[in-house]
């Protein structure tokens, strides 16, 4: 079973910075794409960005210009700079990785959630 562990979250006052790391573990084959979503209260999970094995990135229009994702494939751990934070940003933030445990087991996991919180 593939576990994700995040660190990085916090409060912070709007313009300030963040960085979320996202660290993949158990028995992994090989993981795929990463990514971040987030979930504010009352809405809905969203993409935030993602990644592929192999650097390709995809971001929200909402953090186009301010938000970077990377990825360390050595340590299977995803990141995302987050700078000039907006307090819209505040929400609970979700990793999620394709992985697979095995050639023929593919599936997606998600981490725990880590708070972001932007004030004004």
């Known amino acids: 079973q593939v576990q994700l562990v995040e660190s990085g979250g916090g409060s912070v006052q709007a313009g300030g910075s963040l960085r979320l790391s996202c660290a993949a573990s158990?028995?992994?084959?090989?993981?795929?794409?990463m990514g971040w979503y987030r979930q504010a209260p009352g809405k809905q999970r969203e993409l935030v960005a993602d990644?592929?094995?192999?650097?390709?990135?995809n971001y929200a229009d909402s953090v186009k210009g301010r938000f970077t994702i990377s990825r360390d494939n050595a340590k299977n751990t995803v990141y995302l700079q987050m700078n000039s934070l907006k307090p819209e940003d505040t929400a609970v933030y979700y990793c999620?990785?394709?992985?697979?445990?095995?050639?023929?087991?593919?599936?997606?996991?998600w981490g725990q959630g880590t708070q972001v919180t932007v004030s004004s």
């Open positions: 999620n990785a394709d992985a697979q445990i095995d050639p023929r087991a593919r599936r997606n996991y």
């Open positions: 158990g028995g992994i084959f090989r993981v795929n794409a």
């Open positions: 990644i592929t094995s192999g650097g390709i990135t």
